[in-house]
């Protein structure tokens, strides 16, 4: 891998704050079943190129610039005044991009990356060309030889050398990890990006560092760069201070506890501290919910919705199937009540017919007899059935109502 410029000073140079760069195909010159790398390579350029905080122009190359853009819009475009009597003159990346619009067309100051490439015997050959429309560059390539296993799984360090190469400043290795993993990092005003910032790109010098994330207390420093694979882990601390609560629950009446001591029930106002505080809602029934005031530090009410426990809901299904058993009983008892209505109006029936014909047909009163004797049986055992199932339908709902009550 081409070693990057060794240089670090800016003598001579202006700053650019953001150099409008497109990137275009990277031709493949060999076995085509490597194709697949002409997307891949530009994103990984695309990648490296991205962690340059800015770019800077040579003496020759801003007399160029000079004589394709009036002197009047130049010098509107860069701070310190005039580019002929300062050598140096900065813009920060935070600023919004330089753009030059004049009668010659837009954004002189543009780059074109482009480039082939090679596979054989497992390593990866790549040459990367870069052009300009207004700006004369070396077209001399980048070369960039790497396995092909090193190159997809770790392409960053190939190109950050190629990133390094291409300015006329010393850049170095800067790598931030932070927790939480949400915060907002940011170097000199400019925000690198939220969570771990890998391998970022910074000149030699003092860099003012700052890590943000709403509840927490900000994180100021000023880091030294030197070399690179400077790295900086840094744990955020929660802000402290007391905050009123509210605490709404569903169901209402559930026990509020801060730090185990009793506040009473909800829905309840407490005053807390923000980084010692933990506070538990607890209800007969229901699996506690423990709450972290420091995670509420935007918000003055919490609704907490809290869970049926597992002993609980068990005792609800076991009431639910009473209930359903009680309901399969009571219909059953109320057929067999049926019945036993029915077996004794025809009891009844063949009791009067009997009674017909006691003197007049001995062989029809014998039979009038034995069918009431039957009805009245069947009566007598569908009134027994009736009796047992209503009681153990009411049985069955007493436990419902049980369970019901001792599951609420």
């Known amino acids: ?122 390593k990866v050959f790549i040459d990367i060309f870069k052009s300009s429309r207004y700006i004369e560059f070396d077209k001399t390539p980048y070369k960039i030889e790497a396995s092909l296993d090193d190159l997809l799984q770790n392409p960053e360090p190939f190109f950050l050398g190629y990133a390094k190469s291409i300015l006329n400043y010393c850049v170095y290795t800067v790598s931030i990890q ?28 003092s860099h003012k560092l700052h890590v943000h994330r709403d509840g927490f207390k900000d994180y100021n420093d000023v880091i030294t760069i030197t070399k690179d694979g400077f790295h900086r882990t840094i744990e955020l601390k929660r802000l402290t201070y007391k905050k009123h609560l509210r605490i709404v629950s569903k169901p209402t009446g559930a026990e509020v506890y801060v730090n185990e001591d009793f506040k009473g029930m909800t829905p309840l106002l407490i005053n807390v501290q923000t980084d010692k505080a933990i506070i538990t809602v607890s209800k007969k029934g229901y699996i506690d919910s423990v ?28 009431a639910e199937s009473y209930k359903r058993n009680s309901k399969i009983m009571y219909y059953s008892g109320l057929g067999f009540l049926a019945t036993t209505i029915l077996m004794a109006a025809e009891a009844t029936v063949y009791k009067q017919e009997a009674e017909l014909y006691r003197d007049s047909d001995a062989e029809r009163y014998k039979k009038a007899i034995d069918k009431k004797n039957i009805y009245s049986s069947l009566a007598t055992v569908a009134a027994l059935s009736s009796g047992i199932v209503l009681t153990l339908s009411f049985k069955d709902i007493l436990k419902y109502f049980k369970k019901y009550e001792s599951g609420d």
């Not at 709450?291 to 076991?318: A, C, G, W």
């Open 1 to 122: 891998m081409q070693a990057s410029n060794s240089s670090c000073a800016y003598s001579n140079e202006i700053v650019v704050s953001q150099v409008v760069f497109s990137i275009k195909k990277f031709a493949n010159k060999g076995d085509k079943n490597y194709d697949y790398l002409e997307r891949l390579i530009p994103v990984f350029l695309e990648s490296a190129l991205k962690k340059v905080s800015f770019f800077t122009v040579t003496e020759d190359q801003k007399e160029q610039l000079v004589s394709i853009v009036s002197l009047d819009d130049y010098l509107n475009r860069f701070k310190g005044g005039s580019p002929i009597n300062r050598s140096i003159v900065f813009i920060k990346p935070k600023l919004k991009p330089v753009v030059f619009r004049n009668r010659v067309g837009p954004d002189p100051f543009s780059m074109i990356f482009f480039g082939e490439f090679l596979v054989r015997n497992n």
């Open 178 to 205: 932070v927790e939480p993993k949400d915060s907002v990092i940011a170097i000199d005003d400019s925000v690198l990006g939220v969570g771990d910032v890998n391998e970022f790109l910074l000149t030699a010098g």
């Open 291 to 318: 709450l972290y005031p420091f995670q509420y530090y935007d918000k003055n009410e919490v609704s907490v919705k809290l869970r049926v426990s597992n002993e609980i809901q068990k005792e609800k299904i076991l």
